[in-house]
DNA sequence: AATCGTTTCATACATTTGTTTGAGTTATGA
DNA sequence: TCATAACTCAAACAAATGTATGAAACGATT
């Protein structure tokens, strides 16, 4: 029978595919190096989730759901607090920003995770993260509306889309930015990184649109 | 002997591999779709390329060179026309994103690979992209001193780590986005990208430094 | 204790993987 | 023309892949 507690192989294994699957992706990650890394059987996998596609999508609802949640909950609060007032820019950005940092704590593969299934998903994910994604999308473009009335909608729209490029190129390399920096750069803490991010971003989204070019 | 024009299979083969490793990864994409695709016997890799490693390396190579030159190029045009002044911000800006989408034109996948690659690299491409990127992020540092010399160093470093996100993302989900944006956003014409993303940029690299939070 | 659903395990399976082989073909240069 | 280098090809290789199987061990409820 089901046992109430959460099944223990059941998450080791979700957890050695999250780290393994964020190193070297959908296809480089194998069911061995898995179940190895989790000190189970192989044939648990198939028993669990039944094919190694379902466990790739568990391994990125189970990061992604509580996510989302988390940004809509803070969300929520500041147009709460703001009443009737648009919640401010930065508030924005910080409450879609922060709870990826915030969650990645103590998950080493978490951000790389995130990142390299939005910048190269498996085919078979496309439809689950439209579905993962869909209202997140909905709420932010509306409260970016509210708080940028002179933007058109769908400068926003893109704009928001540079934005979590941003984010994701960030969380992907987190770590591996010294080589590119010349050890100029060493790796900030997390509050810095938020903050850098939610600056930038706020500059960016209400940025004045240039003159077409023109004769 | 080895022919003054190039040689045919080579080519082939490395068009079919640009096409197939953009589309599914270097692990996903294997010998037999790579050489299907170019019409080429499968031991051509091997024979031209010595192994699939390689073949990934030079394929990524081949786009990333010109790219890089172009940008160089650009740069210092507008380096010289500056004359004693810094290049203005947009510029640079330009110097660096309007390449990208020319040398896509025509070859659907050169975007895709390029982004997957800097999001999701082979482990084995780690030191290749390091050194094709050296010279590049050096230049581009000093041009973004002398333009913004009020904001320090290392946060231009990270801006412009942004920004690379941000042109990364968008050349990854470039034919991919009607999805997440519920139709309400048409695939838009190449120059529109480019001013689009150099208007986010501009004003992003310039933010104001917000104070850090204190009590 | 006995039963039954659940979970583990070692092993095996059929495919697919990148690479190698060696004979064949074509082209080049003397 | 002939010898040699460059290239192509079909076939085969060992290794690794995801998945299936069936027996064993476990655990809770009767």
């Given amino acids: 029978m089901k046992s109430i507690v959460k099944d223990l192989t059941h998450e080791r294994i979700l957890n050695a595919a999250e780290s393994l699957f964020a190193l070297h992706g959908y296809d ?33 609802t189970r990061i992604i759901r509580p996510l989302n949640a988390e940004r809509l909950t803070i969300l929520t609060q500041a147009e709460l607090l703001a009443g009737d007032h648009p919640v401010p820019l930065p508030a924005i950005l910080e409450s879609f920003i922060r709870p990826t940092f915030m969650l990645a704590a103590g998950r080493p593969q978490f951000l790389a995770l995130m990142s390299r299934n939005f910048s190269a998903p498996p085919p078979f994910m496309r439809e689950i993260m439209a579905a993962e994604f869909s209202a997140i999308s909905q709420r932010y473009i509306r409260a ?6 002179g933007v058109p909608p ?15 190129f960030t969380a992907a390399h987190r770590e591996t930015m010294a080589l590119l920096s010349h050890g100029a750069i060493q790796s900030p803490d997390t509050e810095s990184i938020i903050r850098r991010l939610v600056d930038y971003a706020s500059a ?4 004045p649109r240039r003159e077409p070019a023109m004769s």
């Avoid at 190694?52 to 999508?57: I, N, Q, R, S, V």
């Avoid at 970016?144 to 009335?149: D, E, F, N, R, S």
């Avoid at 400068?155 to 889309?161: D, G, I, N, Q, S």
């Avoid at 960016?204 to 940025?207: L, P, R, V």
Wanted: with cysteine; proline share 2%.
């Fill in 204 to 207: 960016a989204m209400c940025a």
């Fill in 144 to 149: 970016l509306q509210h708080a940028l009335p």
């Fill in 28 to 60: 480089g990650a194998t069911m061995r190096q898995i179940t190895e890394k989790a000190a189970v059987n192989l044939s648990a996998v198939n028993y669990h989730f039944d094919t190694k596609e379902k466990l790739y999508a568990e391994t990125f």
């Fill in 154 to 168: 769908m400068e926003l729209f893109w704009r928001m889309f540079y934005t979590v490029g941003a984010l994701l």
